[in-house]
């Protein structure tokens, strides 16, 4: 549809201005990133294999079976001896400070109502709309 | 020029749309997958509709390793390139804070002009940074959950698993929350609906950069003007 090398396209766009990216040419930078993608996915799969490797199975946590732990719940744990004191306090800090990350949720509520007065207002705007 | 030039500008280079896809299609089998094992009991049908739960955890496990890789590949990409500090466009700034404030004097009819953004408003920056923020969490906490003996092994003990577990959920929710307010600010948004094309195409119409952009369709005008 539309060809970012055709002649007459060169040029309308200062391209490596606009993407920062300027000390590179584009072949050069062509070569890197694939370069990168490669290295990394080299990196990421041989390490996953060597968790594999070394650790065996990984764990099959949709059963919720954790070494040591059983399915019981958290308090039961505690109760039977089986979480440390330590590891009970340690999980309560993360659930609440996880579920005060959550109230970001009514934020990310607050700015689509924001977003969407503001294409309300536009309408307004364009359409000459009074109150 | 074409005319077909005169009326679209690039916006977003091949490199960064191919990081985008793959985060977009891993994110969306991550939800899909992740969802059922947080609650069984509401939405074990998904995994059931999948193929079972042996099914989703290999899923939920290749995609958690395309966002691992994806996340070296853009550190290192703009270590190398330093993309986050030559332009500073997604960088936050002050002038998103009076952005938002010239936004909310606009909505509420104070003001009759919205903010001028730059390349990135700070609703592209938010959701950019949130997932600078807490993909991070997301991947060390679901790598000791992958291989929690790994973990215990070396460097943390059993039974704070449970609250590495509870982490990774609630971080995984919050983020899923994200991914709906960018759905709804750049498909859903009445300025964009049904679909913005922009992340599929990397050009924008120099009409909805100039509207949407106007601060960085300056500077490109500019640009062009110069060469």
Redesign the interface.
């Known amino acids: ?2 060809d ?1 090398n055709s002649e ?2 060169k ?5 490596h ?8 040419n584009q072949k050069q ?1 062509d070569i ?2 694939i370069v ?2 490669i ?3 080299v ?3 041989s390490s ?1 294999f060597a ?2 490797a ?3 199975t ?6 919720k079976i ?4 059983s399915t019981e719940p ?1 308090e039961t ?1 505690a109760e039977s001896g ?3 004191q ?2 009970m306090v ?2 309560h ?3 609440m ?3 005060l ?2 109230l ?2 009514p934020v ?1 509520a607050i ?2 109502f ?10 307004i ?1 364009e359409k000459g709309v009074k109150f | 020029m074409s005319d077909l030039a005169d009326k679209y500008i690039e916006r977003f280079t091949l490199n960064q749309r191919l990081q985008h896809g793959i985060n977009a299609v891993a994110c969306l089998s991550l939800f899909l997958t992740g969802l059922p094992v947080k609650f069984p009991d509401q939405l074990g049908y998904i995994a059931i509709m999948m193929g079972g739960f042996n099914v989703t955890t290999v899923i939920h496990r290749m995609a958690g390793t395309a966002i691992l890789a994806l996340a070296m590949f853009h550190f290192l990409y703009y270590i190398i390139d330093r993309g986050w500090f030559k332009d500073k466009e997604i960088i936050p700034s002050p002038k998103d804070v009076t952005d938002v404030i010239e936004d909310t004097k606009f909505i509420i009819g104070l003001s009759d002009e919205k903010g001028r953004y730059r390349k990135y408003s700070y609703r592209e920056k938010l959701d950019y940074w949130g997932a600078v923020i807490f993909f991070p969490i997301l991947i060390v906490t679901g790598v000791i959950l992958w291989h929690p003996a790994f973990a215990v092994h070396y460097f943390m003990p059993a039974d704070y698993l449970p609250a590495v577990r509870l982490i990774h959920s609630m971080d995984a929710i919050l983020a899923g929350m994200a991914v709906m307010l960018h759905m709804y600010n750049v498909h859903l948004s009445p300025r964009f609906f049904p679909v913005n094309w922009t992340m599929f195409t990397g050009m924008i119409s120099e009409e909805m950069a100039e509207e949407e952009f106007p601060l960085w369709y300056e500077r490109v005008k500019r640009n062009q003007r110069e060469e």
């Open positions: 549809m539309f970012l007459d396209n040029g309308y766009v200062n391209k201005a606009e993407m920062g990216e300027k000390d590179m930078q890197i990133t990168l993608w290295f990394c996915i990196i990421v799969v996953i968790l594999y070394t650790f065996g990984a764990a099959p946590y949709h059963k954790f070494p040591g732990l958290i744990l089986q979480l440390s330590s590891a340690a999980f800090y993360a659930e400070f996880m579920e990350l959550d970001g949720i990310f700015l689509v924001h977003h969407l007065l503001m294409n309300f207002r536009a309408l705007k």
